[in-house]
């Protein structure tokens, strides 16, 4: 990263004493361990970064792509009783569910549940007040985002689920070797802690964004990486489990995990399929639900599940709110079904676990409110930015590099030969167009096809087959055309527009999205301003927001500014986009 | 919410305690005593601040929720620095010591 700083014969140069020659080769060898994890995985942890930081607002996504959720009205105390028996009324012979009460951030009330029939979880979302089931649109809403960010999922009945979580395993082992090694390679890691000089232009304002992005939020990308890694420690690191839960029968994994949400083993029951069940008893559900509030001193109830357990007793579980602390697994009442007397609480308070569920709840960011998610939202785009400038700066440098030579001689012939406007140096090596190709489809590309996929989920015919699935394939055949776009321009017909027409192309979609909104539903701007609705209106208002901001992007790097860009600075970095995007003053405060 | 005015005013003390920023700020260079008792008193603030976002207070957020606040304002409040050094370096110390005051007021509010 900071090779650039390095004074320029450090090597060759004579060294007092040998401690600092050792102490340059350890950094230099950080150092190009920094560039290459960067770089390999780079576009890939981008990806995962970006997607995960709109995972912030699953529930609002959820929500904004199923407008039908929209005007439900406020839930009262007796919302569980309501719905149980709503849902009785429809499902007679219902064997288990799960309820998900009401809060601020999602209006219905959601239930799982299953019957004596194929074994199979169905989803219902209800009024809270009247019970009446909401039939929604098939998609997979904010939901895409957050299983791409940990698995790749393609497709909305998960494939390939476990390689992708490899896949993203590995990418985020690279994400935190180059934290690490970022740390390492920044010699003046104090010195340069608030510098940002965007007037210097070039690779400079590129390094310094690098810098201020990955230094002033460090904590957050260390924590949000390591607690990446540790949430699937089962399935990185199986040996452990291998070691310590080994029983005749062989590995018990599941006793494993039992040990790990503070549940007796011989309360979790496995049903398979075929296994025949009764259905549930009526429930005292009222009382239960009292008895709750009153143990949690007033706090917040998130679930409510209902179930048979091993020796076939009713039992109805009930789960903390999760906005209610840190820690991910919130504490959880189990209850008698019927009597609806208290048997026990499952709140596993081991060091061990307790640090395992607050990084957990750290990465998750469930107990965070409207402006501490903001915030982290904010970080994360950073975080995004910071990937971002670290990819474009690998192929500023060696433009920079490979041109310092030849700029010399090259500038009167460069004045003698007037540049028509498509051409490029024609030296470019092909390794180094094809990271610029890679580049453009990922940093332009992916906020393209996000949009697309919104813009999808309000066009495509509600009667679609599978129109979950056809979402997705609007939003992969974007990103593949964005690729294709970049590779067109800049490996198969070199010009300088490909960044410009990219950004504004996503400028145009996220614009048009809450239009769009207007056009088809009732959730519009006109309507949810009004009211009052913020987290409607917010919606299409951060894309409002995220269209403008690449429509100034495109705008930075149109192709004729670069060579205004070129006559009032000094140095000129050769690569147009680049070097416009560098002279943006604030590319570093407000992501794109 | 002093958290935050309380690490931008401490970060901004660290920042006019670096001789490049001092020198953008005020135009001269700063005696190395100077910026030594700057870059002290920032990290005094900061530590301050930390205390206070850790101490149980009375509105019943635990600890852990303050801590992991205090780490978000930690970093809000220093891109909120590193952008006024950048455009509005002659304003920085005026800022911080509103930041200061700010954050006495907010602590004092209960906020």
């Known amino acids: 990263m900071n090779l650039n700083t390095l004074p320029a014969g450090a090597a060759a140069a004579p060294q007092p004493a040998k401690t600092p020659k050792d102490r340059e080769g350890f950094r230099q060898a950080m150092s190009w361990l920094h560039t290459w994890a960067g770089l390999v995985l780079g576009w890939l942890l981008f990806a995962i970064f970006l997607t995960g930081t709109l995972s912030f607002f699953k529930s609002e996504f959820n929500l904004w792509m199923r407008p039908e959720v929209h005007g439900l009205p406020a839930a009262d105390a007796h919302v569980a009783p309501k719905a149980l028996a709503a849902l009785q009324r429809r499902v007679p012979d219902v064997t288990q569910w799960i309820m998900r009460l009401p809060d601020e951030r999602d209006p219905a009330v959601t239930l799982l549940w299953r019957d004596t029939g194929n074994g199979r979880f169905e989803t219902l979302r209800m009024n809270p007040q009247t019970g009446e089931a909401i039939t929604t649109r098939d998609t997979m809403g904010g939901d895409f985002f957050y299983r791409f960010h940990f698995e790749l999922r393609t497709a909305q009945k998960g494939r390939w689920a476990i390689q992708g979580r490899w896949v993203v395993g590995a990418a985020t082992l690279m994400m935190f070797i180059a934290l690490l090694t970022g740390i390492v390679t920044h010699r003046r890691f104090f010195k340069d802690f608030f510098t940002f000089r965007p007037a210097k232009g070039g690779q400079r304002a590129w390094l310094d964004a690098h810098n201020v992005s990955g230094v002033l939020v460090l904590p957050f990308y260390l924590m949000i990486t390591f607690s990446g890694l540790m949430i699937f420690h089962t399935l990185y690191m199986p040996s452990g489990i291998a070691t310590a839960y080994r029983s005749d029968k062989g590995i018990d994994s599941n006793a494993y995990f039992a040990d790990l949400q503070g549940e007796k083993p011989e309360r979790r029951v496995r049903r398979g399929a075929s296994d025949k069940v009764d259905p549930l008893p009526p429930i005292a559900l009222e009382r239960i639900v009292d008895a709750a509030s009153t143990r949690w001193s007033g706090g917040r109830i998130g679930t409510l599940q209902a179930r048979r357990d091993a020796e076939g007793r009713a039992v109805v579980e009930v789960t903390r709110h999760e906005g209610d602390r840190l820690q991910y697994r919130p504490p959880r009442l189990l209850f008698d079904g019927v009597t609806g007397q208290w048997l026990e609480q499952a709140d596993p308070t081991s060091p061990a676990v307790t640090t395992y569920g607050v990084l957990y709840g750290l990465h998750m960011a469930r107990f965070a409110g409207p402006g501490m998610r903001w915030a982290l939202f904010g970080f994360g785009l950073l975080g995004s930015l910071m990937i971002a400038t670290g990819m474009v700066l690998w192929t500023v440098k060696r433009s920079a590099r490979r041109q310092t030579p030849s700029q010399r001689k090259g500038a009167a012939r460069d004045a003698a030969t007037t540049s028509a406007p498509h051409t490029t140096t024609p030296r470019i090596p092909f390794g180094e167009r094809l990271v610029t190709a890679i580049n453009m489809a990922t940093l332009g590309g992916l906020p393209l096809a996000c949009g697309v996929f919104l813009a999808s989920n309000r066009l495509l015919p509600l009667t679609t087959d599978h129109r979950a699935d056809a979402e997705l394939a609007c939003f992969f055949s974007t990103w593949g055309m964005a690729l294709l776009w970049g590779l067109w321009s800049t490996v198969v017909r070199p010009h300088r527009a490909g960044w410009s027409v990219l950004m504004a192309a996503g400028a145009a979609v996220w614009t048009t999205l809450p239009l769009l909104n207007a056009i088809t539903t009732p959730t519009h701007l006109g309507i949810t301003l009004p009211a009052g609705e913020w987290m409607w209106a917010g919606m299409d208002l951060s894309f409002l927001v995220t269209g403008a901001l690449m429509g100034w992007l495109a705008w930075r790097l149109r192709p004729g500014r670069s060579r205004q860009h070129k006559a009032a600075s000094t140095r000129t970095p050769r690569t147009a986009p680049e070097a416009a995007l560098a002279a943006t003053p604030d590319v570093s405060t407000s992501g794109a | ?111």
């Open chain 2, 1 to 111: 919410m002093s958290a935050f005015f309380l690490c931008f005013s401490a970060w901004s003390a660290i920042a006019l305690g670096l001789d490049r920023h001092h020198e953008d700020v005020w135009g001269h260079e700063g005696t190395a005593r100077q910026l030594l008792h700057l870059r002290r008193a920032g990290w005094l603030v900061l530590l301050f601040s930390l205390w206070l976002a850790a101490r149980p207070a009375g509105g019943g957020t635990p600890a852990s929720l303050g801590v992991a606040a205090w780490v978000v304002a930690l970093s809000l409040s220093a891109l909120a620095v590193t952008a006024a050094v950048t455009w509005l370096p002659r304003r920085a110390p005026a800022l911080a010591g509103a930041a200061l005051v700010g954050g006495l007021t907010a602590w004092a509010g209960g906020w």
